[in-house]
Nanobody
């Protein structure tokens, strides 16, 4: 599975962005997917995860109620809708694939290249 993330950019505090992660290969629908992020000088951390069917989701406490993860298996794509963005959300965001759902770095088998999100006025 090859992953390609996009959708990052500069946004003001309180604004929204939607990240996308497109996957190649027919095995996409058999993998759980996750989003991780890495801020400058910090370790990569889990943000959100979704099961292969899309029926189960899991979020880091820091983004609950603000971010929504979803997937479209027909399009081989996973999304991360980010609302009410804060400066502390600034990071490079990575998508990952793993079974059953990557909620730790060790649980991810495949990684996308990352997309930068900057929240600043």
């Amino acid at each position: 599975v090859q992953l390609q993330a996009c959708g990052g950019g500069l946004v003001q505090p309180g604004g929204s962005l939607r990240l996308s992660c497109a996957a190649s290969g027919r095995a996409f629908s058999t993998y759980g997917m996750g989003w991780f992020r890495q801020a400058p000088g910090k370790e990569r951390e889990f943000v959100a995860g979704i099961s292969w069917s899309g029926t189960a989701t899991y979020y880091a406490d820091s983004v609950k109620g603000r971010f929504i993860i979803s997937r479209d298996n027909a399009k081989n794509t996973v999304y991360l809708q980010m609302d009410s963005l804060k400066p502390e959300d600034t990071a490079v965001y990575y998508c990952a694939a793993g079974r059953p759902m990557p909620t730790r770095m060790s649980g991810a088998n495949y990684w996308g290249q990352g997309t930068l999100v900057t929240v600043s006025s």
